[in-house]
């Protein structure tokens, strides 16, 4: 058997991840952690009896707590909380299907308890990829990738010698504004932002998609998992989101990982790799395709990329500037405080004003995000 903690167990990611273990039968779930959630927590709790669950929010775990006294499971609040679900003994591997860069401790404390990492959770990789990556390769614990872009490459790279790759092709939707122009922009709401043309995916990162900021963090991402550089990470945008990426080898040759999207896929993958177990759902069907098109990001228009790549090559604390702007700012054009086009004004902003830190701790990364919240807060 195989036991699971799953942090963000109520979100996108995380429900689906409960279905995968719904279908395999040696999977079980140890450990469940959400923030507020508590409806669908307890449900999850009735169904596949964890040992502990965290609730962020203290109230609502306290409500959780008196809802499930019935039931053989100790309910923890707060980060202590969410540290004690990611590094519970009985797991094996800890999914991180949280959002947001608070994924950062609970992924170290998980590491630091020599578990395994399912990562949904792309923010933590691009504040604190410094000290994750090092850091599990020092513990010996791996990271699996869930992200559907990063768990192709991941499948494309188990044939042929990693000393023969020249470069990493990220596949980009282009999001429901691809061929938006700034004026048209200016007044889209958060009803258009939230229509992702393919996925189905929580409100942050389709909004990240609409202004290509999560393909920039994609990029980050992929250098810190495959150890990549900048000038060799391309962005190709792929409207019908069939080719999830790909990678080309230094003699020109191409490969690419193909599939319907899906989700489960690439979290089955990474909590059974190297098999391809059986999974249900719909398959390619190349005949009745009409196309499979190609184009460059408009990174004139949709700003997320450039940005992105400005504060990657930075390095240092400037990543977590980009990343935690953005969360705060996509807060705000959630809460219709903001304009969609602000995203963008308010992310370059607070990296004009920050003083980069060049390999920043764990602390200085949270002070650095904590800062952007000011900084922003103060405008
Ligand atoms: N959805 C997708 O298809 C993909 C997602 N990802 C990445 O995976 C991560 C999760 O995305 P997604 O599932 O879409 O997000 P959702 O918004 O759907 O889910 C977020 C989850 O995180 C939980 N959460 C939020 N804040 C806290 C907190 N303070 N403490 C504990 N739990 C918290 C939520 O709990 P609650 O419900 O109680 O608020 C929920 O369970 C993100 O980093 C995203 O970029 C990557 C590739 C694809
Ligand atoms: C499913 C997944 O991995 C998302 O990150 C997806 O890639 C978003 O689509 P975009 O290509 O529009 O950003
Ligand atoms: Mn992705």
Known sequence: MKYLSIIGSTGSIGTQTLEIVRSNSDLGVTALAAGKNIDLLEQQIREFSPKIAAVYDEQKAKELKVRVQDLDVRIVSGMDGLLETAGEPSCSIVVTAIVGMIGIRPTIAAMKAGKDIALANKETLV????????????????????????????????????????????TASGGPFRNKTKEELAYVTVEDALKHPNWSMGRKITIDSATLVNKGLEVIEAKWLFDVDFDHIHVVVQPQSVIHSMIQYKDGSVMAQLG??????????????????????????????????????????LRGLPLARRAGRMGGSMPTVFNA???????????????????????????????????????????TEQWVYEHIESR
Do not use: W
């Open 325 to 367: 702007a953005n969360e705060k700012a996509v807060a705000l054009f959630l809460d219709r405080k903001i304009r969609f086009l602000d995203i963008y004004d308010i992310i370059e902003d607070a990296m004009d004003a920050h003083t980069n830190i060049e390999n920043p701790s764990l602390e200085q990364v949270l002070e």
């Open 260 to 301: 319907t999207p899906d989700m489960k896929l690439p979290i089955q993958y990474a909590l059974f790799y190297p098999e391809h177990r059986p999974l249900a759902g719909e398959r390619l069907d190349f005949a009745a395709m009409k196309e499979i098109s190609f184009f460059k990001p408009p990174e004139d228009v």
């Open 127 to 170: 504040t604190a990829g410094h000290i994750i990556m090092p850091m599990a390769e020092k513990l010996g614990v791996r990271i699996y990738p869930v992200d559907s872009e990063h768990s192709a490459i991941f499948q494309c790279l188990q044939s042929g010698d990693r000393k023969d790759l020249d470069s990493l092709i990220i």
